[in-house]
Nanobody, 127 residues
Framework: QVQLVESGGGLVQPGGSLRLSCAASGRTLSTYAMGWFRQAPGKEREFVAAINWSVGTPFYEDSVKGRFTISRDNAKNTIYLQMNSLKPEDTAVYYC????????????????????WGQGTQVTVSS
């Protein structure tokens, strides 16, 4: 089992920044990839970014490229999502996820490949 705890959400004005954190505990040695997904009201959960846990290769959804940065700290079993130039359309509940499946490295945007999910943290971008 892997437990994930997110933090760092909040209210920010358009153009502002936030940094989300996701701390993993439990059987983290079996993790191939970790990622961030988000879900806005009335919409399906969508991929935001992911990172290969062993080598650190990042992957991004097109709409966040150049604005968001995913990173990891293996010693702390924590991943981060630095979000800059935030837009109102970034408003959503952001979920951290971890995968013990090697295919998640190949197709990191597929929610079904992730075994564990955090409780979510709200990000609201509004003036």
């Amino acid at each position: 089992q892997v437990q994930l705890v997110e933090s760092g959400g909040g209210l920010v004005q358009p153009g502002g920044s936030l940094r989300l954190s996701c701390a993993a505990s439990g059987r983290t040695l079996s993790t191939y990839a970790m990622g961030w997904f988000r879900q806005a009201p009335g919409k399906e959960r969508e991929f935001v970014a992911a990172i290969n846990w062993s080598v650190g290769t990042p992957f991004y959804e097109d709409s966040v490229k150049g604005r968001f940065t995913i990173s990891r700290d293996n010693a702390k079993n924590t991943i981060y999502l630095q979000m800059n130039s935030l837009k109102p359309e970034d408003t959503a509940v952001y979920y951290c996820a971890a995968s013990t499946k090697w295919r998640a490295v190949l197709v990191p945007s597929t929610p079904g490949l992730y075994d564990y999910w955090g409780q979510g943290t709200q990000v609201t971008v509004s003036s």
